[in-house]
C-alpha cells in the first residue's frame, strides 16, 4: 500500500467504500467486491473472501487517479469503529469526478479540440473493449488450468503422506514369520529393516510439492487473480459508458422530438439544449476517462510476463527438488538390493522365487 499502513476492516466498510467510489468515479476502473456471504460460510470461504478483498484495495491503492483521494485516505488512516458509516456520512455531499471539474476547464477551446473527434474516440474504445474481453477470457481459461494443475500437487502431496504411512508400518512391523511360511527365502526380512529409512525421502516429497503448491497458488491468487479482477473492472466500466451512449442517444432523440413538437416555445427549446449540452460534455468527460482507463489496462499487462515467469522459475525449483529428493531414494532403494546380494551365494540359490 502507499501509505505503508496495516488496514483492518469489517466487509461493510469495503461495502460503503465502494459505494462511494462508484458514485465518484462512474468511468473509472472500480474492481468487483467479492460476495459477502453464501449459504456455507467456512474458513475457506473467508479466507478466499479476505485475499480477494485485499486484491481489491491493491487495485485501487495502485490507481494513478484514486488512491490519492480523501476517500482512500480516509479508509486507510480512519481510527475508531464504525469506518463505513462514518465515511459515508463525511462524503454524503460529495460531487462525481465530472461535477466536481471547474466550468472553465469543460467549455475551454482546448476541451474542445481534444474531444473534437469523438466518433473516432468511440471507434477506438469499441475496439479495445473487445480485445481487452478476449484478453480476459483467454486468462480466466488459464487460471482454470493452473488452478487444476495446482490442485493435483496438493493431492499428490496427500498421497505421498499416505505412502510415508504405509512404508512406516512396513518398516516397523514386528510379526514373527516362521520358517514354514518363507522357506528359505529370507528376503523380506533382510529388506525391511531398510524400509523404515524410506519414509525420510518420501515425507521431503511430500513437504517440496506442499512448497510448491503455495508458490504456485501465491502467484495465482495474488497476482494472476488481481490482473484478471482489473480486466474484469475495465469489462464493467465499458458498460456503464455503453450505458452513458445510450442515454445520450435517448436524449437527443427526445431533444429533437420535443424541437418538432414546440418549436415556437423558446424557453423550453433552450432549457432542452442546455440539458443535451451538458449530456454531451458529460459524455466527452467519460470518453477521455475511459481511453486513460484503457491505456492503464495495457500498462498492466506486463503483470503477465511476470506471473508466467513466476510459474517457471516455481517449477524449476520443484523439479530440481524433487529430482535430488528422488536420487536420494534411488541409492536406498540400490542398497537395499545390494544387503541382500551380498548374503552368502548358498543362501540365495535356496531362495524360492517367482519363475520369469
Partial sequence: MRLKNKVSRRYNDFLALHELLMLTYPYRIIPSLPPKKTVNVDKEFIEERRRSLKRYLQILCRHPTIYDTDIIKFFLTFQGTSCGDNMKATYKNILDEFSSEPRSSLN???????????????????????????????????????????????????????I???????????????????????????????????????????????????RDDEVISDHLDMLIELLQGYKDLC?????????????IQKANNQRKRSSSITDTSSKNDNNLEM????????????????????????AFVYILSSLGNSQCKGSSDLLNIWKSFANKISQLGQNYITKSPIDRMNTIGLRK
Avoid at 125 to 151: A, D, M, P, V
Avoid at 165 to 179: C, P, V, Y
Avoid at 288 to 298: A, G, P, S
Fill in 108 to 162: 475551454s477551446s482546448d476541451n474542445i479540440e481534444k474531444y473534437g473527434e469523438d466518433s473516432d474516440g468511440i471507434q477506438m474504445f469499441r475496439t479495445s473493449q473487445i480485445h481487452i474481453s478476449s484478453l480476459h477470457q483467454q486468462f480466466n481459461q488459464i487460471r482454470g488450468c493452473l488452478k487444476s494443475i495446482n490442485e493435483k500437487k496438493l493431492k499428490n502431496a496427500n498421497d505421498f503422506t499416505n
Fill in 164 to 214: 510415508e504411512k504405509a512404508l512406516q508400518t512396513l518398516g516397523s512391523d514386528s510379526t514373527s514369520i516362521d520358517r514354514w511360511a518363507t522357506g528359505p527365502n529370507d528376503y523380506w526380512p533382510t529388506i525391511q529393516i531398510g524400509l523404515g529409512n524410506l519414509p525420510v525421502e518420501i515425507n521431503a516429497m511430500s513437504e517440496r510439492i506442499n512448497e510448491q503448491y503455495k
Fill in 239 to 251: 458498460k456503464r459508458f455503453e450505458d452513458a451512449l445510450q442515454s445520450e442517444q435517448k436524449a
Fill in 279 to 302: 449530456i454531451e460534455k458529460r459524455n466527452r468527460h467519460a470518453l477521455q476517462c475511459v481511453k486513460i482507463e484503457t491505456q492503464l489496462v495495457y500498462a498492466n499487462l506486463e
